[in-house]
Antibody, heavy 122, light 108 residues
Framework: QVQLVESGGGVVQPGRSLRLSCAAS????????MHWVRQAPGKGLEWVAL????????YFPDSVKGRFTISRDNSRNTMYLQMNSLRAEDTAVYYC???????????????WGQGTLVAVSS | EIVLTQSPGTLSLSPGERATLSCRAS???????LAWYQQIPGQAPRLLIY???NRATGIPDRFSGRGSGTDFTLTISRLEPEDFAVYYC?????????FGPGTKVDIK
């Protein structure tokens, strides 16, 4: 069965960096685009990054563009989110999620991990 | 950026009742690229509906979606105890992908 397991969250000071990982299993990882979606405490969902299945194209909303990068290692079935210049407003649970399209980009997410908490605080 | 508005903010109903949730977009959502997710507190979101009206794998047929353009609806025909949760709509027709603020369905 499809499994997505995030790791790397924790407490970090404003302005510092953190890298999240998402380990995938149960499907052909290299055939699917992958997303990161975050949820601030008590708030709604916010999409923060997308990487195509081949890894050559990435997309971000303006709120994180220039600070976050997304990458993947298809040989390790793992996706990453590098977060730089972190701010208090980046505090959230970060979910990795699979794009529903196999070999193309569907845009919506059909499987989600359980999330990892990032807290930005001095 | 397409802004999604969901109403009502909270819906208080009893098990067995019908729930009707609304999602309105600030501009037309191309090709009905609209999805609905359910989130139970403490859990990850779960895909319910994609393409405005297509149920995801394993989703019971009491969940149905409809709509096009700027107005979309999620209907739960008869609420089961496990359906009390927060529901989010999402448009994926244009970047950035955006979610609505959610509708909480709670027990009356």
């Amino acid at each position: 069965q499809v499994q997505l397991v995030e790791s790397g969250g924790g407490v970090v000071q404003p302005g510092r960096s953190l890298r999240l990982s998402c380990a995938a299993s149960g499907f052909t990882f290299s055939s699917y685009g992958m997303h990161w979606v975050r949820q601030a405490p008590g708030k709604g969902l916010e999409w923060v990054a997308l990487i195509w299945f081949h890894g050559r194209d990435t997309y971000f909303p303006d709120s994180v563009k220039g600070r976050f990068t997304i990458s993947r290692d298809n040989s390790r079935n793992t996706m990453y989110l590098q977060m730089n210049s972190l701010r208090a407003e980046d505090t959230a649970v970060y979910y990795c999620a699979r794009d529903a399209g196999a070999g193309y980009l569907a845009g919506f997410q059909d499987y989600w991990g359980q999330g990892t908490l990032v807290a930005v605080s001095s | 950026e397409i802004v999604l508005t969901q109403s009502p903010g909270t819906l208080s109903l009893s098990p067995g009742e019908r729930a009707t949730l609304s999602c309105r977009a600030s501009q037309s959502v191309s090709s009905t690229y609209l999805a609905w997710y359910q989130q139970i507190p403490g859990q990850a979101p779960r895909l319910l509906i994609y393409g405005a009206s297509n149920r995801a794998t394993g989703i019971p047929d009491r969940f149905s979606g409809r709509g096009s353009g700027t107005d979309f609806t999620l209907t739960i025909s008869r609420l089961e105890p496990e359906d009390f949760a927060v529901y989010y709509c999402q448009q994926y027709g244009s970047s950035p992908l955006t979610f609505g603020p959610g509708t909480k369905v709670d027990i009356k």
